[in-house]
């Protein structure tokens, strides 16, 4: 190995070792109201943490670098319709395993955000017939009917779980899609694909979020199915993009968008960047660096695939961003998302400082706070784990965000360890090693939680209440189960496996660095809005990290599949 090449690529893995132990710190150090607990201790859990990730992404990166690329096992010659039929058969499987968690957990699973949804297209929120895009349309519309159906019917139960089973082929479709198309396109070993399809099969984590009627575990199936499209358009330099390819492309892009509203922030700027490189390589002046490899077919035929993105931006970008706001919600008299659901850091960091340091608040910041969010019991609404008691006072539209504004700049200037201790606090769920992914195999803590109100007929009665206890149990048994448990635990997806995958894209072959940079974007957004949700523990709060546990194994798959620069002669 070349010695310069060992160097950087140990300062590599020091630094994302570093910026990965950085945050599990800080997050382990959030105490059970919301504060750091330092102590010399936490110096040498830092150093643990950072030996630890260093010593793996170091050993991982030397064996595939030695013997376990398998780009050999590349076979483009396969038909398409042998391909088609593997994943069929693959889907099949691993529904069936499936299958007696979404049994045992019958009908189904609820959260508020779905129950709100229902209430909004049957018209009984509230005695109110008014409708949000708080919650997509899709969703709302979706959710509802399966509602309406079920109680016409009589068999309100049945129809939520044949939703379950439609929601869990569909996932089952998008791991097996994933994941042979990793083993046919890029050449990913027979070995870690029967790994990755036995996890996905295996880990019952899988099937009971999809028991789940969620806006979240509905767009990370789809999202999985367009990250594999999107990394076979980088790969093959535009290849892949059929017609039927770009109209599946583009579909897929609007649906997941439609499913949740974070998808536009995340898809929409990934293809835009997709569209700037190929647009780049067309016109011969990133080819040559980032993809040497077949230089000489650029030219007209990357033009080709440049305008079949382009079309399939144009009409996402003009559909998400222009028909559907401002045309068909308004026409349906849906009132657009409060503006408080970008600001649920923000706003927690003022509530936090109200009830760290009030005395230090001076009378304008009092009237500019107070006309926003109501100073009169603030700091009693503040939780520190999550900021919907905080922003759910809030009266839009209003003036009240510019003063507000100023204050939240002038107190932080002050006193900037308390909005740092605030934002931690609040995301630490991601963070923590000791944090599992939170789960729960009934809807009952959604009465808890908020008082939700759950039809009797949505609920589990007669043998689904045994079968959801002997569930449970099996479960906990499972996550208390030494080194299995590894599995459950939130940051290995959050951060460990991510930050792994930068790493990778730092010391990839020439070759291969277009395509790890461009797949790098989506994952930098999914974790860019991970990172300011408004809770990170319990189901809430976990219901975040679905995408990014979903593409995990896809992307330990993508870095077994990269030609590295120590195999440069």
């Not at 010695?3 to 994302?16: C, D, E, N, P, Y």
């Not at 995301?427 to 939680?449: H, N, P, V």
């Not at 589990?460 to 002997?470: C, P, Y």
């Not at 930068?502 to 991970?530: Q, W, Y």
């Amino acid at each position: 190995m070349n010695k310069v090449f060992a160097r950087t690529q140990v300062m590599s893995a020091l630094i994302f070792s570093a910026i990965g132990a950085t945050v599990m710190t800080l997050c382990d150090a959030i105490d059970s109201n919301g504060y750091f607990q330092f102590s010399k201790k936490t110096v040498a859990h830092f150093i643990i943490l950072l030996g630890l990730l260093a010593t793996c992404y170091l050993a991982c990166a030397f064996l595939m670098q030695n013997s376990l690329t398998n780009n050999k096992a590349k076979d483009s010659s396969v038909h398409h319709r042998t391909i088609w039929k593997t994943i069929t058969i693959r889907s099949i499987i691993m529904l069936v395993c499936w299958l007696p968690w979404l049994i045992a957990l019958y009908p189904a699973n609820f959260l508020g955000d779905t129950l709100i949804s229902i209430g909004w297209f049957t018209r009984t929120l509230d005695g109110t017939p008014s409708l949000s895009d708080h919650n997509p349309l899709a969703t709302v519309v979706l959710f509802g009917s399966i509602a309406v159906l079920g109680k016409a019917i009589g068999q309100v139960g049945l129809a939520f779980f044949s939703f379950v089973l439609l929601e869990s082929a569909l996932c089952c479709f998008a791991f097996s899609f994933a994941i042979t198309r990793a083993q046919y396109r890029f050449g990913l070993a027979l070995w870690p694909t029967r790994i990755a399809l036995a996890f996905y099969a295996c880990c019952p984590m899988f099937p009971i979020w999809n028991t789940f009627l969620s806006k979240d575990v509905l767009f990370s199936p789809l999202f999985v199915i367009w990250f594999t499209l999107y990394a076979e358009i980088i790969h093959s330099r535009g290849a892949s993009l059929t017609r039927q390819t770009t109209i599946s492309f583009t579909a897929i892009t609007i649906f997941a968008c439609l499913s949740k509203q974070l998808g536009v922030y995340i898809l929409l700027p990934s293809i835009f960047a997709l569209l700037i490189w190929f647009f780049m390589i067309s016109h011969n002046k990133l080819g040559k660096r980032l993809s040497p490899e077949n230089n000489e077919n650029l030219g007209n035929e990357k033009n080709k695939y440049f305008k079949k993105i382009l079309v399939s931006f144009f009409i996402s970008a003009v559909f998400l961003l222009g028909i559907m706001p401002h045309f068909v919600l308004p026409a349906l008299q849906v009132k657009p998302t409060e503006h408080y659901e970008t600001l649920s850091v923000p706003l927690q960091q003022t509530a936090r400082y109200v009830h760290d340091y009030p005395h230090d608040v001076t009378p304008e910041e009092h009237k500019s706070i107070d006309k926003l969010l109501d100073y009169s019991d603030l700091a009693q609404r503040w939780k520190w784990y999550i900021a919907d008691p905080v922003k759910y006072r809030i009266q839009e539209p209003t003036d009240a965000y510019p003063n507000w504004m100023k204050a939240y700049i002038a107190q932080g200037l002050r006193h900037p360890d308390s909005y740092l201790q605030s934002y931690v606090a609040l995301e630490s769920g991601f963070g923590k090693t000791t944090e599992l992914i939170a789960q729960q195999l009934d809807s009952s803590f959604m009465t808890d939680y908020d008082g939700s109100n759950i039809p009797d007929a949505y609920i589990s009665k007669g043998w689904a209440v045994s079968s959801g206890d002997i569930a449970q149990r099996i479960y906990n048994r499972i996550v208390r189960t030494p080194i299995l448990n590894i599995a459950f635990k939130c940051a290995i997806y959050t951060l460990v496996i991510p930050l792994f995958f930068f790493f990778i894209a730092t010391i990839v072959d020439r070759s291969k660095l277009s395509f790890m940079l461009l797949i790098t974007i989506p994952v930098l957004l999914t974790e860019a809005g991970l990172w300011i949700s408004p809770i990170s523990i319990q189901v809430l709060g976990s219901r975040y990290t679905l995408p990014l546990i979903y593409i995990a194994p896809i992307l330990i798959g993508y870095t077994l599949c990269m030609k590295y620069k120590s195999e440069q002669k």
